[in-house]
Antibody, heavy 117, light 106 residues
Framework: QVQLVQSGAEVKKPGASVKVSCKASGYTFTGYYMHWVRQAPGQGLEWMGRINPNSGGTNYAQKFQGRVTMTRDTSISTAYMELSRLRSDDTAVYYC??????????WGQGTLVTVSS | EIVMTQSPATLSVSPGERATLSCRASQSVSSNLAWYQQKPGQAPRLLIYGASTRATGIPARFSGSGSGTEFTLTISSLQSEDFAVYYCQQYNNWWTFGQGTKVEIK
C-alpha cells in the first residue's frame, strides 16, 4: 500500500526545535520529491519546501530559510523536517506530501505541532 | 512570489447543483495549476493537475480549465461528499496555494 506515515503530535516551548518524520512505503522512496506543507489552525495551506530523496538536495520557501532543515534517510525510506527557533505562530499541522509531475499526489496524515509556554 | 487568489471565499450550493470555483494567479503559471479538496480533520486530496487532468480515482463530475492566470474548477452535480474546502496551487514558480473556497450546503 502506497502511503506516508508521519510521527505523532508534539508540544514545544518557544525557542525550541521540532523534528517531524515521514515514512514512505509502497513505492520507490528515492523516485519522487518530498514536500512539506503546513496549516495553522483554521487557516490555509503554506508550502515550506521540498527535498530530493535521491540526492538530498533541498529547496526552501524564502519565509523559512535559515529556520528549516529537510533531510532524509534512504535506508528506512524516511524524510524529516526540522524547524528551529519555534514561535507561537508556528503552531500548525505539518504535512509531508509526495510530488508527481510537481503536483502533490500523496499526503501524510499530518502532525500537529503546538508551540506554547 | 506568485500570489493565488480564489473566489468566492464561500459558495453555498444545493446538492445536485453545479459549482464553479475561480482561481487567479498574479502572473502567468502556464498550465502548472492543481486543485485540492480538504475535509475537516483530513489531509488535502489532489483532484486536478496540469489545470485540467483529473488525478487517479477522481470522479468525472470534477473538471478543471484555464491557463495563464485564470482557472476554474467545476463540480457538475454536487454530491454530499463534495462539501469541503478547495484550494488551488501553482507550481510554475515554486509552490503557492490560494486561500481556499469553502463549498457549503445551501
Amino acid at each position: 500500500q502506497v502511503q506516508l506515515v508521519q510521527s505523532g503530535a508534539e508540544v514545544k516551548k518557544p525557542g525550541a526545535s521540532v523534528k517531524v518524520s515521514c515514512k514512505a512505503s509502497g513505492y520507490t522512496f528515492t523516485g519522487y520529491y518530498m514536500h512539506w506543507v503546513r496549516q495553522a489552525p483554521g487557516q490555509g495551506l503554506e508550502w515550506m519546501g521540498r527535498i530530493n530523496p535521491n540526492s538530498g538536495g533541498t529547496n526552501y520557501a524564502q519565509k523559512f530559510q535559515g529556520r528549516v532543515t529537510m533531510t532524509r534517510d534512504t535506508s528506512i525510506s524516511t524524510a524529516y523536517m526540522e524547524l528551529s527557533r519555534l514561535r507561537s505562530d508556528d503552531t500548525a499541522v505539518y504535512y509531508c506530501a509526495r510530488d508527481i509531475a510537481a503536483a502533490l499526489s500523496l499526503w501524510g496524515q499530518g502532525t500537529l505541532v503546538t508551540v506554547s509556554s | 512570489e506568485i500570489v493565488m487568489t480564489q473566489s468566492p471565499a464561500t459558495l453555498s450550493v444545493s446538492p445536485g447543483e453545479r459549482a464553479t470555483l475561480s482561481c487567479r494567479a498574479s502572473q502567468s503559471v502556464s498550465s502548472n495549476l492543481a486543485w485540492y479538496q480538504q475535509k475537516p480533520g483530513q489531509a488535502p486530496r489532489l483532484l486536478i493537475y496540469g489545470a485540467s487532468t483529473r488525478a487517479t480515482g477522481i470522479p468525472a463530475r470534477f473538471s478543471g480549465s484555464g491557463s495563464g492566470t485564470e482557472f476554474t474548477l467545476t463540480i457538475s452535480s454536487l454530491q454530499s461528499e463534495d462539501f469541503a474546502v478547495y484550494y488551488c496551487q501553482q507550481y510554475n514558480n515554486w509552490w503557492t496555494f490560494g486561500q481556499g473556497t469553502k463549498v457549503e450546503i445551501k
